[in-house]
């Protein structure tokens, strides 16, 4: 158990729509990435959140968007959904620091039909 | 361009054996190689991370090693296990400054430990 934590697990919907994925990082971690994986991809960045603020951008489509709250979770919102779009969805999470572990979580199956 | 590529892309080998992956990165302003391993549709785990002043890392029967000179990285794994079977992906991050670290992702090994 690496300490972070997603939900949903799994989420099927259907295309055009919107769904929030939620991720409670490991307690002290101030830092969040979000990652994209698609079936038999490489792990795809997407952004970093660090004590609430942004801190770096990736691959992120203009239709997702994220954010990092005081309690230090945070969510990616995913609207106008598409096919392509069907992925696991990875939170991780760090301490500040340049040699730091950082610690996934198990990730939201994201199915869109 | 920063990129980390990895070699094999596919392995099998037989319990009990040992073998290498390879990993190859152009990366600038390198922080620190990362070695991950990746269960079918679970999320990494970190199994070594190493800096620009070391050259090998272990983490049991995992051994990882660093040349930053020609930029290459290995993971050797000694007497495999069935649950070896995985995803070995190498990370290499680039630090940018305060807390703003870049990872860039191998697209990963896949070893097949069979009985």
């Known amino acids: 158990d690496s300490g972070v934590t997603q939900t949903p697990k799994h989420l099927i919907t259907a295309t055009g729509q919107r769904v929030t994925l939620r991720c409670s990082p490991r307690?002290?971690?101030?830092?969040v990435y979000w990652y994209q994986q698609s079936l038999d991809q490489g792990l795809q960045f997407l952004i970093q959140y660090y004590n609430g603020e942004e801190r770096a951008k990736g691959n992120i489509l203009e239709r997702f968007s994220a954010q990092q709250f005081p309690d230090l979770h945070s969510e990616l919102n995913l609207s106008s959904l598409e096919l392509g779009d069907s992925a696991l969805y990875f939170c991780?999470?760090?301490?500040?620091?340049?040699?730091?572990?950082?610690?996934f979580g198990e990730g939201s199956w994201l199915t869109v039909v | 361009k920063n990129q980390v590529e990895q070699s094999p892309q596919s392995l099998i080998i037989l319990e009990g054996k040992n073998c290498t992956l390879q990993c190859n990165y152009t990366v600038s302003p390198f922080s620190n190689l990362r070695w991950y391993k990746q269960d079918t549709g679970r999320g990494p785990v970190s199994l070594t991370i190493?800096?620009?002043?070391?050259n090998t890392k272990s983490n049991g029967r995992y051994t990882a090693t660093l040349d930053a000179d020609t930029k290459q990285s290995s993971l050797h794994i000694t007497a495999s296990q069935l649950s070896d079977s995985a995803s070995y992906i190498c990370v290499v991050s680039a630090h940018y400054g305060g807390a703003t670290n870049k990872l860039i992702f191998g697209t990963g090994t896949l070893l097949a430990v069979q009985p």
């Open positions: 190493m800096t620009f002043s070391e």
């Open positions: 991780a999470s760090s301490t500040s620091g340049t040699r730091n572990t950082i610690y």
């Open positions: 307690s002290g971690d101030l830092s």
